[in-house]
């Protein structure tokens, strides 16, 4: 059984459009989290949610917005699509946020090309 | 505020010889560390950390790091390599974020490529 999954795994859409990236974890966590990783694979968190919560927003554009509807599903919704968006996006989750040291398990990733 | 560097974007080693990827970091109380290994096209998978228990830590598949804080480095080693090995490895460290939260800071990355 997969333990964080995202859909779709390629995205290609033209500049301007909106687009959403859905994760699921199975394992129970209480945590989960959006990173991006540029082209030179630099990988950045985005942000952070702790049952359902949101506690971590590293100074993302606000056309990018996450939802959590529950513990296990941490979407991402991207508003007017721009070139710089091109990516991929990996969500993760871990157990209880308040503990530094607990492993993040990170799903499979998703590649968005913006033409 | 925490943060890493990992020295070498590229580390190319024959297959069966000595794997070395150098990370060091930089943090003004005790640092929580790790290494993630991507393999192409996948996700990050934890391959170790360190959490202040043991200054040698092993990992999966074969890897260890020892952690040193005078030199503040946490670099990463694999006696001998395999063609399996071969993937993108990020050191990271963990910073606190306001509270009782906390966020992972990835260094730039070293790319391992293993020679036959």
């Known amino acids: 059984d997969t333990a964080v999954s995202q859909t779709p795994k390629y995205l290609v859409t033209q500049m301007g459009n909106d687009k959403s990236i859905k994760c699921e974890q199975n394992l129970g966590h209480d945590t989960m989290y959006w990173y991006k990783q540029d082209s030179k694979k630099f990988l950045k968190i985005m942000f952070s949610y702790n049952n359902k919560e949101l506690i971590i927003n590293e100074t993302v554009p606000n056309r990018f917005s996450p939802k959590s509807p529950d513990k296990a599903h941490l979407n991402l919704h991207i508003n007017s699509l721009e070139l710089g968006d091109s990516a991929v996006y990996f969500c993760?989750?871990?157990?209880?946020?308040?503990?530094?040291?607990?492993?993040?398990?990170f799903g499979p990733g998703t590649r968005l090309t913006v033409l | 505020a925490q943060s890493v560097t990992q020295l070498g974007s590229h580390v190319s080693v024959s297959e069966g010889a000595l794997v070395l990827l150098r990370c060091n970091y930089s943090?003004?109380?005790?640092?929580?560390l790790f290494w993630y290994v991507q393999y192409p096209n996948q996700g990050l998978q934890l391959l170790l950390k360190y959490t202040s228990a043991a200054t040698l830590v092993k990992g999966i598949n074969g890897f260890e790091a020892e952690f040193k804080k005078s030199e503040t480095s946490f670099h990463l080693t694999k006696p001998s390599a395999h063609m399996r090995d071969a993937a993108e490895y990020f050191c990271a460290v963990i910073q606190a974020h306001g509270g009782s939260n906390y966020k992972l800071t990835f260094g730039k990355g070293t790319l391992l490529t293993v020679n036959p």
């Open positions: 943090s003004s109380v005790p640092p929580y």
């Open positions: 993760a989750s871990s157990q209880e946020a308040e503990v530094p040291y607990n492993e993040q398990f």
